[in-house]
């Protein structure tokens, strides 16, 4: 069986629709404003990372996309070794009242969903309304509608993280999640490599970062939004 | 040998110098190698790079003479501020970081490229978190809020950047103005945007609390400087002097009402820094060469100002484990130097007579006097409220110790000597202003 190369990889993301990649990032972005379990925001900042990487396949040359995944490899990584030595596999196992509770979706303590769901379920509606409203009325540059309201909503996205958490990690999340929206227009604009690079750099170190702040700050991981 | 290459080993030599120094970091002589590697890149950026330049990666990065002499500022600064952390910790991180920090922010400043000395000024910005932090546990609110502020100012010069690159004729004037003024409000610390500076001045160490609070800013006003000559059409547009004429009163209302409320010594210095900076905002937005002379003299005055009042305040903090000011009731008996120091430093920084700060002051009074005559008063009042600060610390220093108080006792020869030195230079520049002003004119 031959493996598939880099470009072959990056010619079945061209295939992929833009819509499908705003839809993964629509899914994404509730699931950072909406869980608190760490395991899944940090899949779900991975989980944009691949869509960023997938949109940018259409956009830019290939090996800029992919170094895009890769930063996001890393990145989520971090984040996740940082999470673990936070310790909030304690904090959450002693939210639960001593159960695991990884796989408790239902709401309430210990659960998944943060106390003040039903305000975050009205916020994100309304921050889904804002991008599509804003790609509409305010459409960027060239870019494609469907990548338009990618960028809204992501850094809307970011912003409401920014605004409703206190937690570093959740912050650092937040400020991640919006400077991919930034990325997925900017990299259309400028393709200078130190830029490329610098960018790169800079999306590793602000995890290491987040990271140090989440550890410095201890256990005290979950918050009650 | 190419002619890059010199200047290039320079620009490289920060990184190798904090790997060094990280190992020896935990010894004392470790202090003194990096104080001994800020003095070497001080020379190397006061002496070697001036007009020189070199390209990296297609882009080219040239050392203009005031930025060199901004960077070897920098560089001394943070020697004086190793030297300080001999005596006071400033957490252990704070001797690799420091070094990476300044020279970041050099490579920031020989970039032509607004983009490229934002992402440098970003990374700076990561780095100084650990440095900010300083390995305490617990709050990390100076940090964080630090962390989000210059993160959200990168994006911004940015695309900035790229409309200056797209029409430098000035075709997107009032786009680049709109994105670097919300860039440089953020770097600078302007309110309401000055959080982070008060934030790091209550929980963080006072030797990387005045490191950031020299270097984010200064950066910042080099390249708003510098846009002024690449991009004199900004002038024209309209809001952008009046944002910064206001901006800059916003500013010194908020830092000299709340350092006149003020009840620890950080807090002085935080949002006394606030006030200072808002002058300099104020004077930016004069768009005349008078303007450019107070931002300079500021600038020149900041330094040491904040240096002084990092040597005082460490000595406090040490003598009664706090600085609040009622723990500091009869302190000034103890450590005289520390209570000169606050008061010189917190004078200059107000504007006070017979201090450098006063210069700069007096030149932004009478010339905001002709622009609007509510701008004055803002300046005047502000001074009054960061001298009422100072002044309330001083009641407090000077007050007889509550009985069985006990201050911890230690001659502090290094922060003294900064101290003496650093005071006695803003007095001489208060009262011979004719050296700094030669300086700038030159400039």
Redesign the interface.
Known sequence: MNIPSLTDIFSIAQKLPLAFSLATFFLTGSMLLLLRDWRFSILALEVQYLALGAQLAHLVRPEIAFAKILVGIFVGLMLYLSARQAGWRKELTLAAGGKRALGNFRAGDGGILPAGRFFRVIFTLFLMVAAVSLAQTHPIGSLPPSVSTAVYWLALVGIGL?ILSEN?IK?GQG?LT??IG?ELW?TT??G????V???G??NL??A???G??GI???VNLEEDF | MSEYFLPLMIFIAPGVLAALVYPLRRWKIGVWIAAAAAILMAWAALFVLPERGFVLLGRQFFVDTFSAQVWGGLWLALAVLFALSAEFSQGWTFFPAGILLVGLSGWAMASPHLGIAALFMEIAALVSVFAIQGGRIGSVRAAQRFLVMMTLATPLFLLAAWYLDAAPGGKFAGQIALLSAGGFALWLGVAPLHGWITAMARESLPGATVLVVLIFPTVALVWLLRLTVVAPWLGDVQFASTALLWGGALSIIVGGGFTAAQNSFSALLGYSAVFQLGASVMALGLQNKTGVTIVLFGLAVRFVALLVLAAAIAIIRQGIKRDAFDRAAGIARWYPVAAFGLMVGGAALAGAPLTGGFISHWFLLKATAGVDSRLPVVVLLGSIGVTTGYLRGLWYLLRPAVAGASFSTGRYWMASAIIFVGSIAIIAVGIFPQSLLNWIAAI
């Open positions: 920014l570093p912050v400020l919006l400077l930034f900017y604009l400028e200078s490599l130190l830029i690079g610098l960018w750099a800079v170190l602000l290491l970062a987040i140090y702040l410095a700050r201890g």
